[in-house]
């Protein structure tokens, strides 16, 4: 069975940083893309960030283009998220995300809060 383990949220004020993990477990990691995705309250979960299998290709969404950078480490099996100029409209929960044998898995998911 899949794990994936995230961590790193937490309480922030605007314009601060945060660096979101995931830890992954019980597949080849180094095999799969990966995705961060992130709901907020009353709102569909929504793609944040995705990052090839060597990381040599990642995607944002708009509204994160420039502030957010995902990369992970292979030989760790861990994905990042590092969060710069954080805004009160990324307050939400952060999920990492694996697509394995045609299933999405996801982790418990790590709340991040941006507020003065």
């Known amino acids: 069975q899949v794990q994936l383990v995230e961590s790193g949220g937490g309480l922030v004020q605007p314009g601060g940083s945060l660096r979101l993990s995931c830890a992954a477990s019980?597949?080849?990691?180094?095999?799969?893309?990966m995705r961060w995705y992130r709901q907020a309250p009353g709102k569909e979960r929504e793609l944040v960030a995705g990052i090839t299998v060597g990381g040599g290709s990642t995607n944002y969404a708009d509204s994160v283009k420039g502030r957010f950078t995902i990369s992970r480490d292979n030989a760790k099996n861990t994905v990042y998220l590092q969060m710069n100029s954080l805004k009160p409209e990324d307050t939400a929960v952060y999920y990492c995300?694996?697509?394995?044998?045609?299933?999405?898995?996801w982790g418990q998911g790590t709340q991040v809060t941006v507020s003065s």
């Open positions: 019980r597949f080849i990691f180094s095999n799969y893309a």
């Open positions: 995300n694996v697509i394995f044998g045609a299933k999405d898995y």
